[in-house]
């Protein structure tokens, strides 16, 4: 008998509306060479809004190699994200930029509760 991960990403996703905001995953798609023209065709971005919330690191956590002083988390949601976060992403929040570091996809089974992201 298998459990039914559907309720449980129900209620993180209920939480991180009611508690998260608004982030933008910033996508960028490499424009391609042409050897023959030695040209290479413009990059292309696309932006994706998805509800996140954000933590802090323990200080404890901070180790100053893998997690650095100023980086934070990301609880971002799975069921309304249209595309599954790399770490060639960016985040975007206002006028700040930031980059994600790692990407740990909370799944238990089939289904993807949510997505916690390190961004420096």
């Known amino acids: ?19 998260g905001k608004d982030w933008v995953l910033k996508r960028t798609i490499k424009g391609t060479y042409n050897p023959s023209a030695n040209t290479r065709s413009t990059d292309s971005t696309t932006n994706y809004t998805a509800k996140a ?3 802090e690191y323990k200080n404890y956590q901070v180790d100053g190699e893998v997690i650095q002083r100023g980086d934070f988390k990301l609880l971002m949601e799975a069921k309304g994200l249209s595309v599954v976060p790399s770490v060639e992403d960016e985040i975007v929040d206002g006028s700040d930029t930031y980059q994600i570091i790692n990407i740990k996809e909370i799944k238990p089974s089939t289904i993807t509760i949510y997505y916690e992201i390190q961004v420096r």
């Open 1 to 19: 008998m298998s459990f039914n991960y559907s309720n449980i990403q129900a209620t993180a996703q209920r939480l991180i509306t009611k508690f």
């Open 53 to 55: 919330v954000r933590t």
